[in-house]
């Protein structure tokens, strides 16, 4: 659908496309009954569907990610269970599982490098597993990640001791729980364009991270963005995306 | 109050006080029909209530003011709009009022200084009237103030350059808006106790301080306890009960 | 503070900068009392310190204005009411109001261009004020903006109409009231980072923007990153961060 | 009470009812103590009870299931554990149990065909289990049940795709988590009635459906009604009252 | 679009359809730069766009109606004050206003009757602004509509009274502020699509219509759907498409 | 209805009552069109039906108070402007209106005193208008009522002199805003029945009552309930149900 | 302290009483560490303190029970365990333990009857447990208790069928989820007052019952007081209180 | 950082301090790659860092609190499990683990006592474990601590009966779960600051805690700060700060 319809009307009618055809062209997806498997994202987005492991059985996980990888399409799939990975790979054992960050993906040739880096930070050790969502994530989508963990504001000579790093980065991720201050101080810092992942870190008036989100969306630092709660992977999508502005004016 | 029951009856069964007196001095109250002024407030907390004006009529405060003037008790009442104020002031016109504060006050003989200063920070200038509610508030109530203002964390540098401004303060009084992230990154390099005092400055996601007010209960650093939003009085309130904290051992 | 402190503690070490030197590049700001104008925002994020309108009195607008153009900087201030902006342009004729935005802007010569494109889309008329504030300030900051308005998806064939419109652009910014559908539409169909904006158009259980901001945090689309609600200036700051990604690259 | 008060008085005083006879006429119900069947159900609202199974033993549901099935009436009964399930089947072997809707059901000969289609759509395969509820009670309520299923807009050619079959529908009921927007966009397109039932499939800011039931209320597109989070089985029970609309003008 | 994509595909290829005929098919809407008027939806959902009037100016409201009158369209326009009715009569004069249900409506000869009655019914004299939003509406689209108000739940004499005339209608429009309890003792009694409209009459804990909008969600009696808080408009719009359940089956 | 059916019916079958006569006594109610005044309410309650005044034009009020008092029967109206008083007094001269609780009322013979007494506390000066709501209707339904206003919890010994007056009421409204704990404290010391009222008087976290809405919910002390916020009538009317308790056993 | 101060002091005045004795007679506790067993409340309210079950350990509970009943007076646990009720009943057999209500209690002869009745009606099967709450606290605390169970308006014959029922009680009780719309039935209805006790029982939008609270705190029956979410012993405690009004009069 | 940057760089320049030692000086923390452990929190604050125990895994715990304890500093780690408690202590047997508080702890030398009195009251039996966090705490920061544990206001003479007690303590902390009014009572009393924790103590209503914290937010009391629901940890913190107020007038 990204090709304008009239190209592709134009093309039926000057013959250079049956109408089949065309309608293939715009179909792009496969229909497993409980799923349609949208094989035209690639096109679309640049990378294949990710999968929401959310919700789906394991027998659904190893058709959906069958169907992905036939094609040469490399599989990312989130919020994956210990035991639910056990089975997957059980049928794909050339897929990888990550228990941190709870992600299982295999990496094919269809990935292309967007040549940039991606800074992930946190503010503490109990958002690791987020954290690492959105680092292996944007690592799997071809950025160079650089992690830099346990920042937060409470010990402010951290952060700031970590500022050259930090300037070496194209995309900053940051990553917080409780009042999630972090992306504030980071953004009234450095000149990236910075997302901030609220975590579900925290207890009572913390609402499981929904004190901290309102917290970010608050931000009187300018250039920040966010996410919702616990959404590494959201993230790391969105850094990648960043990194490949540009990509026209260089011929990719 | 204060003094046990146990020691009141004692006097009165020990003849030294009637029941009558030992009734009166439980009562410690002027009873208005409207209001019961608390005229033993003093002896209890210190200073002498305080008056709410939110929803009093300029009729009551002026009654009300006279009450607790009448015996040489300082007044202090918050949240006066002007036009209220002008007529109480028509009526008392030593009393002096404070339009960005909104604080209608008269201090008299009875209040003591803490002999402590009491810093007042603010993140903006939108927080400006919050503040002064706690700086005059604090002034009011016998503290020495500092007024360090503007040193939101989006440029972090206003705030570093004012660590030594800060260190020469007893108790800190932080107020932000939007996200309050200041009193985390305060709380995290200053070893004094510290109120956050959210405001309302803000909007959408803000819920009218809302948002500051849950930021600033899950902070990340340790000694800050927090206040109602826009509640600058009772912040500098609690300050000047802290600044107390050790003069039985002086003999005060 | 973007360079790094070693490097500043290095320089005075080998005595090619003074302790005074090393202070005034760390220190920054001027301080009014009220305020603390942060001179060094345009070193540190590549544009001066834009102006938060709310709360802030004319006077202290026009004094904090001439504080930011008398070194040569562009000027920005969001959420100024028709009335304050004719007091503060009273003093400096050379700055222009925008009624339908709010904003009030004077561009210098210290704004160097993206050399790229963002793209405003906005789903009804109705959230016209929101995505003119994204338009005006992306212009402002120094990017070729192209407006989309009125393509909601209830009826879905405008949006797809203007797909090679959106093709063109960079970085989308998606301005949408109510249940906030829009940008997970755009975000299945388009390839650039995506911010949302949720804007408080609406009624009942809208509740002002919060289920608008809530449906877009919750987007099944990939790719997109979320600002406070009517946040249009925050989105296109953000889009303008993004749109300099590469520039090191280029050697600029 | 569906008759008229006022007939059943009038064949009282006709001599044509006893007093006795219109009392039990309006009574309609038998009394288990823990439970009032309600018998004249079927009557009112042409099926007979349907039995909410969230919080009632196993020992009861066979008692009311029981007291439904003697009169010849059929049985639904809604959120049902396996466990409790096999309790039940052990005593009524004709009752069939769907472990994926969680339902529980007895078809007699008391259900009338609507001569109508139902669709139901579901954004993705982890809405399954709701759409799955809205679909078996349709189909046991006497509605054509057609399903679409992984349509999510985030692949909107899967969408487009189905058109046809969703033009043969006469009522529609889309069941989608997350921001919800699928009903917008169907309603967008479609002339049917479009009941949306919001899941609570989503994570973070979606507070289990909340922010998904918010969406779907708040929706542009005109023609959508909404039932509460996860509640398939009453969004069939509309749709078959809808297809049931007419039914009196053709003599049913 | 809702003549799939795959017939007009065909059309092009034999010929009987230009790419340029199949595009402007496909297009259908005028580009008034802020607004793209959806020409198209008539025939797509049986009604013209209907213009929502909240945060659209006079000189907006005139244009559009124009833009939709032209072609022998019919106008309703929501949520228009009194003030701005009044400059659009000024143009359009023509057009009427109802200042109780704020609507703006021309009914043309576009409108089919659907020859089925719509019961409107509400709870207390303060819901007759929502009340007479659905009513005026129900009727411009086309539907027979009997009003029955002030039926609430404390005085349940005034509804059973009234079971005749509800029974006599196709569709229940029910409307109730505070407690929201009337559409579960309708639906408990009627057999019909019950659409339940929460309004914003109240105080306190109903925060502006929420309490009674989650009170009707959470019914006890089935076959009720719900839409949002006051929305009269909305009920009207879905119980017209209901009504016209069963047009294909007689031909229409 | 009170009368149970059976007994009509009865009626009606033994000649005693004709089916036209039993629908009468059934019925109940004027039909104005635009509202069904519950003629029928005094016989059910004990009082005729209460007017809600919100929302409700000055036009309405005139004539469903004159349907009221026709017959013989008191008036009561709740939260009426100043201005629609005016307009209601101009028609019936003998109305009294009470700026303060904002009642419009008038008692006629109907009204038969409970013999017992209402005590109505306050917990500050500020929440008068709703404790006088309360103290007014529970007069003009017949209580005798004791005003002791102004004892709130910060000043103690306030509260604890009154407790002589308290210990001679039959049921307690205690009527207070902020946090509410006054009904806590009094449920601890007093042995009747309490109804807490929550009132709107507050800022910030308060929510406009919501706060001390849900603190008094969840008292600690037993023999509490609560009504909505500032519904100084709905405790009154309550209060007075209670008073009656036991009038059957004394042959009233 | 229900006996006035001023009456205490006067009798140590006159020597009829020690200060030891006036420190005694307003002592009215035992201090056990972790709990102080209040053993006036009989004195203050009629009834010994009520343990609250939640969060207190078996060994706790079986000292505390111990501590209140070796005076004779009655014991009434609530939210107790099965678990916990066998460590309790190992150390006092002669307690009963039941297990639908979760009530622990054993009845001394310091409970004097009310001489009336409470009415307890729930809507569903499921609200069972909470309407048990209320019933055996009704029964333990002295009143007649009469269970009308699953007359929800869903079905509103079953109601209307039990109104002479409801008419021979004194207090009602009544207990509902959902939407909680029997109350309000109910109250329009009956002459006596009613408690309504909102129950978890509902899902989605229920929000584990804040709906159904929300819904009985803005109902349009007058005369009903809410308590919290499935406080069934709140509720009957309240009723007791209520059935208790009078007492004085008739000389108990 | 405590140090002003000015008094570093004048040391530098000086020669007194090479860049190096000033760069050791201003990074204070040891980076484990997961955790950055902040050697400096001692200096700035008074007290080491504090180890969060929520989302840490024994690993962690085991090599975080080695790295602590390796300089002599102590040790305090909350909201530890008994599992993950004993698996420190394997490594670790000088660390004492309490239980009830879930905190670990082993104090050396570092700590300087306060040389005053920190009060815990709590409102029932059910607060423990909250009031014990607060209470172990305030001892092992060095503050003679004084329990007055289940002096809720429902039996108020158990509070008054501690006011000798109250009086001797230097800050109050005072811990209650349900509506929070206990601060309120205290704070009306006693002249000392006093720092309030809501637990998540109660049920319904309460919403785990929020009730409560909104109640103690919104005191009339002054004096009063609040801390995050269940954080009896940074009542304790605080309250330390509070009791070293003065040491610098005393040369400490």
């Not at 989100?213 to 960043?242: E, K, P, R, W």
């Amino acid at each position: 659908m990204r090709e304008s319809l009239q190209s592709i009307l134009k093309a039926v009618e000057e013959g250079k496309m049956t109408s089949r055809e065309a309608h293939d062209e715009l179909k792009g997806y496969e229909n497993l009954g409980y799923a349609r498997v949208d094989s035209a994202r690639s096109k679309r987005k640049g990378f294949p569907e990710v999968v929401y492991g959310g919700g789906k059985t394991a027998e659904q996980l190893v058709e959906i990610t069958a169907t992905i990888m036939k094609d040469g399409r490399s599989v990312l799939a989130t919020r994956i269970s210990e035991e639910k990975a056990a089975r997957v790979q059980a049928f794909h054992n050339e897929i990888t599982y990550d228990p941190v960050s709870r992600l299982l993906y295999y990496r094919q040739g269809d990935v292309v490098s967007t040549g940039r880096r991606v800074g992930v930070l946190c503010a503490g050790t109990s958002d690791l597993r987020v954290a690492e969502e959105a680092a292996v994530t944007a690592d799997v989508m071809g950025n160079e990640v650089h992690r830099i963990y346990d920042v937060g504001v409470a010990g402010l000579h951290r952060l700031l001791d970590a500022l050259p790093e930090i300037d070496a980065c194209d995309v900053l991720i940051v990553v917080a729980g409780m009042e999630g201050a972090l992306p504030s101080v980071v953004g009234g810092l450095a000149p990236q364009p910075l997302i901030a992942v609220p975590t579900s870190v925290g207890y009572g008036a913390n609402m499981e991270g929904l004190a901290t989100l309102l917290g970010m969306l608050n931000s009187c630092s300018s250039g920040i963005t966010v996410v919702n709660i616990d959404n590494g992977f959201g993230a790391a999508y969105s850094a990648t995306l960043m990194n490949r502005i540009g990509w026209r004016e260089n011929g990719r």
